[in-house]
């Protein structure tokens, strides 16, 4: 089975410095994607960064880019510039590639992020 | 264009009584699902659905839903235990991949259900 952890309950971080948020899993998956959401109070689930296993660069989305060790099975999210709308809890999520009726998203226990002006 | 809409907002049930948490979304997605979210536990799949007609369960006791029509994916607790005390969380995508940046997963705001 697989298992996503986020071991870190809170951050904190000042506005416009940078933050990074750890996550490691366990898979015997080759090929799976790998997720940080963004959950602000309203609970609504933003898709912040995805990356493919396959794919040996990390991605990168503006002011968000992750780490991804997949020999370490470690896939960390760094936060450049933070500024006081990224406050919100992150999830780390997992799903293995193959296509299906259960293609499901695993999810980490979550990281409350929180800015300071 | 209200999005994924669950009702209700919080609900108080005895042990042993059932109740249907509500969820609607008006964005014609093919996929939804049911989570639910605990402290220090994240998000667990209950129950999904990729399309109208179709169901399938992730955890097998105390769930029930159905999918009549593309719009609504209600969850039914038969005979509720203090257990399933928690906040649930209904979301919808697009297509069965939702993971992608043009067809994310829209959560709705949660219901926050209390087991007495």
């Known amino acids: 089975a697989q298992t996503v952890t986020q071991s870190q309950p809170e951050m904190s971080v000042q506005e416009a410095e940078t933050v990074t948020l750890s996550c490691t899993y366990d898979?015997?998956?080759?090929?799976?994607?790998l997720f940080w959401y963004k959950q602000p109070p309203s609970r609504q689930m933003i898709l912040v960064i995805r990356?493919?296993?396959?794919?040996?660069q990390n991605a990168t989305e503006n002011r968000f880019s992750v780490n991804f060790q997949k020999a370490a099975k470690s896939f960390s999210l760094k936060i450049s510039d933070s500024q006081l709308g990224d406050a919100a809890m992150y999830f780390c999520?997992?799903?293995?590639?193959?296509?299906?009726?259960?293609?499901?998203?695993?999810f980490g226990k979550g990281i409350t992020l929180s800015v300071r002006p | 264009n209200a999005g994924v809409t669950q009702t209700p907002k919080f609900h108080i049930l005895k042990t042993g009584q059932s109740m249907t948490l509500q969820c609607a979304q008006d964005m014609n997605h093919g996929y939804m699902s049911w989570y639910r979210q605990d402290p220090g536990m994240g998000l667990r799949l209950i129950y999904y659905?990729?399309?109208?007609?179709?169901t399938d369960k992730e955890v097998p006791n105390g769930y029930n839903v159905s999918r009549l029509n593309t719009e609504d994916f209600p969850l039914r607790l038969v005979s509720a235990a203090p257990s399933q005390t928690s906040v649930y969380l209904c979301?919808?995508?697009?297509?069965?991949?939702?993971?992608?940046?043009?067809?994310?997963?829209?959560f709705g705001n949660g219901t926050r259900l209390t087991v007495t």
């Open positions: 659905s990729a399309a109208a007609g179709t």
């Open positions: 990356q493919e296993a396959y794919k040996q």
């Open positions: 898979t015997s998956e080759s090929d799976y994607y």
């Open positions: 999520a997992y799903r293995r590639a193959r296509t299906g009726a259960n293609s499901k998203l695993t």
């Open positions: 979301a919808s995508s697009k297509t069965r991949l939702p993971w992608t940046y043009n067809s994310p997963l829209h």
